[in-house]
């Protein structure tokens, strides 16, 4: 059974950083594409920052650019997610997404983890 564990949110003020993480099992971690998305209240579910497995090749919403930094540790299946200077605007539930890559196939999320930014 695929699973993706997200821990790491919390509350936090503006300006704050928070580090979340997302470990995968039961997959072949090397060979997933990883992504995390975010859903803030009202808005649908967006993407945030995507990554191979290896690390070689990140894209990040406009949004992220120079503030989030995503990342990978293929010894602990784990792919993270680096928040700097947070704002009100990055609120949400972040869920972690793994794609297969061809030909294994698959999409997997997580539970979702909370992240609130507020003074």
């Known amino acids: 059974q695929v699973q993706l564990v997200e821990s790491g949110g919390g509350l936090v003020q503006p300006g704050g950083s928070l580090r979340l993480s997302c470990v995968v099992s039961g997959f072949r971690f090397t060979v997933l594409t990883l992504s995390w998305y975010r859903q803030s209240p009202g808005k649908e579910r967006e993407l945030v920052a995507t990554?191979?497995?290896?690390?070689?090749?990140?894209t990040y919403a406009d949004s992220a650019k120079g503030r989030f930094t995503i990342s990978t540790d293929t010894s602990k299946n784990t792919v993270y997610l680096q928040m700097n200077n947070l704002g009100a605007e990055d609120t949400g539930v972040y869920y972690c997404?793994?794609?297969?890559?061809?030909?294994?196939?698959?999409?997997?999320w997580g539970q979702g983890t909370q992240v609130t930014v507020t003074s």
């Open positions: 997404n793994g794609k297969g890559d061809w030909p294994y196939g698959g999409d997997f």
């Open positions: 990554t191979t497995a290896s690390g070689g090749t990140t």
